[in-house]
């Protein structure tokens, strides 16, 4: 995932406001499960064949995901913000692991900060692996985990 340099503005160009996320595999044989996401109508009426749904933000139906993702950077004040400056949404990391890997498998993050990899591994029974330079990030994951009762072993290895 490319990080970003803050939501930064300009004057002399579009306000930048995405991150891009890098897709790598080892071969042509990689797991990848489509997902599907709510796509608005602005009425009901005219879809045949088309199952139409209802929330509090209108009708929709369900449609393939599409490659641009319109997930909120953390605010502050979100139950899931534990106070680290650069922690990801759960929503992003769920989605990820969610269509690249089934039950079970194990997802690494080398640079897991706050651990936010870890959580939403644990929650969607994927094992995980997390490192981080700094020590800190040890007491922030096991905190998350407790908070959400999640049972993960965690095993520290310092180096
Ligand atoms: C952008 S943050 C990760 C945030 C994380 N995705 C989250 O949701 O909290 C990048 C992390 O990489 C760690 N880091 C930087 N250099 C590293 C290194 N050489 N080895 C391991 N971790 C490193 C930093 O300490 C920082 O916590």
Redesign the pocket.
Known sequence: ME?TPAWRTSKRWFSRKHDTILFYSKSDRYTFHPQQEKSYLTHKYGFANIDIQQDARGYYRLAAMRDVWDIPALRGNQPEAVG?P???PLALYERIIRASSNPGDIAL?????????AVAAERLGRQWIA????DG?YDILCGRLEAERLGGDVIVIAL
């Not at 993050?109 to 706050?114: A, E, H, K, L, R």
């Not at 490192?131 to 700094?134: A, E, G, L, Q, S």
């Open positions: 990080q680290y650069t922690q990801k993050d080398p640079f897991c900060g706050s651990g936010t990899t490192m981080d330079i700094w990030a």
